[in-house]
Structures are given as structure tokens and as C-alpha cells.
């Protein structure tokens, strides 16, 4: 057990093999050296399509979504990402190659949490290439990359570790429930004064939690509406 616990890389936690524990959820990460040090990365899914939400919602980016998350949100779009072990380890050089065939000038990385994996390597091979690098993560882990924008989407049940808040350029906070409002405003007195505010409701909820946001915005008008466009529009 010891040697399992010692090769672990999720966060300051460490979590059964493969099994769920409470909300989290994390892979069995034995011998997956390519990964930490940023050599190969697990790839979930990658697309050329439009950003669907936040602040930059609209742009045509090249999205790469790695897998591997511990944070386990019950209301999660993408749970099929979490587990890293069931996607391929993709080496980096390939992965970067695919976005700049795309044409695409902005590359966002999301999850799963991309920020459990060394992103340093990834960020300067983007760079070098002229893309754009934007960051959506929970911020629940250390920060690595180079970003031309972040995008920070805390978990109340896994918040963000205190350093990332001030590197947000923009706070998404996921509303399912009144309590998260309470959430938003906690998560709004740690961010700069120029972050970006953002409440988006959760899509399996939508139509319930629509009117409580755009009351609370029309109150509050410091925050801003995000809206999962691509949703709508029924693409990638």
C-alpha cells in the first residue's frame, strides 16, 4: 500500500484504486511517470468547434479535454473523462500538432481537472505555434502552463487551493441550488478586482434555476449570465 500511496499525484489526498470515495473519484496512476513529467498526456477528446460558455463564449477554439478528475461533481457533463486509465496516453508533440492543423488561433484545455497532469510542456509547444492558451479547471491543484486566460470554476466541496484565485481571469460558479449563490459570493471575495463574474446555471436544472439567476444578476448586476451555447445549438 505504501508504494501505491507514494506514486499517487492527486492532490494532497489519496483515494482508493479506482473506486469512488465520497464525491471524488480518481484513477489508478501507478508507473504513469509520462504523465507527471508532461511528456504524454491522457487524452479524453479533442475538436475544433466554438467555446460554449463564459466570457469567451462564441470564439472558435480548439478544445482538448484531458482525462482524469478527483473532484466528482454528481451534476458533471463529462464524467465519461474522469477516469484516466480508459483513454489513451497521447504524447504531446501529437496532440499540439492536431491543433494547429485545425487553424485554430485560441486552444482551451478543460477536463476532467487538466490541472492534475504537468501542463508546462503543453503551454510552451501551443505557444511556440502562436495558439492562444485558455484554462477552465476547478483550481483545486497546483498551477502549471503558461495561460493567456484562465477561467476558474470552484467546487464547494473541493475548493481552490488560495493562490489560484488570484490568477483567475474569470470565475464561473455553477448554480443548482440557492446555497450556490452563497458559494458565488464567498469564491467573488477571493478573485482580483478585474476577474470576470460569471453565474451559469446547471443544465440538468436549467429551467428551475433560470429565473433565481436572472433575479439575483438583476440585484447584483456585478455578475454576468453564462449560458452553455453550444448546448443549444446542439454541437461539440
Known sequence: MKEFQRNIVCADNVYAEGKRTGSYYCCSLISRKTEKEGEKLPLAEEFYSLQGEGFHAGKPAYLI??????????????????DADKHPLVDIDEIVNNAVA??????VVTGGEPLMWNLDHLCESLKRNNICTYLETSGAHRM?????????????HRPPLPENHRMADELKVIIQTDDDFK????SRLLVRD??????????????SVIPAIVSYIRQNPIWRLSLQVHKFMHIP
Open 194 to 207: 478585474e476577474c470576470h463574474l460569471f453565474l451559469q446555471p446547471e443544465w440538468s436544472v436549467f429551467e
Open 102 to 107: 485545425s487553424g485554430a488561433r485560441i486552444v
Open 183 to 186: 458559494w458565488a459570493e464567498k
Open 144 to 156: 502549471s502552463g503558461k495561460w493567456d486566460w484562465i477561467c476558474l470554476s470552484p467546487k464547494i
Open 65 to 82: 479535454r484531458l482525462a482524469g478528475c478527483d473532484i466528482g461533481c454528481s451534476w458533471c457533463d463529462t464524467s465519461f473523462s474522469w
